[in-house]
């Protein structure tokens, strides 16, 4: 059973902010914000590869209300979701990071000058 598959059954524990049927939105254990929420569908799905379209519709509603829920919908976030090895994706189960409550900065993303590729 995966990580994330074992904190949806409560095996280990986490800073739930808000919970349905279907979705958990907790806090993420390294912040990289003053708000960091990972938000999963309690049913298993590897990464955004493999998600269905019904599956994202409903977590959108769901993002959303979180997003309101800690206050950031008005300030602003970050909605990200990490695919892959190139992507970065360390925990294999469909995850949105939501991050905010500052300014966020928007760093290159790869180590080379982007320049480089081109
Ligand atoms: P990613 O690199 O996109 O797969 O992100 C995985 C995220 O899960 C990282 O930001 C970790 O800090 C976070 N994480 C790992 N273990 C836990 C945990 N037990 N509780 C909350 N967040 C976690």
Redesign the pocket.
Known sequence: MC?FCK?VNKE?P?NIEMENENFLA?????PKAPIHI?VIPKKHVDSFNEVSPETMAEMTTFIQEVVALVGIKESGYRLIS?VGHNG????NHL?W?VVGGAKLTFPHLVDANPQDFF
């Open positions: 990580l904190i280990i986490s907790f806090h993420d254990i390294n990972l990490n970065g994706q360390e925990v995850h990071h």
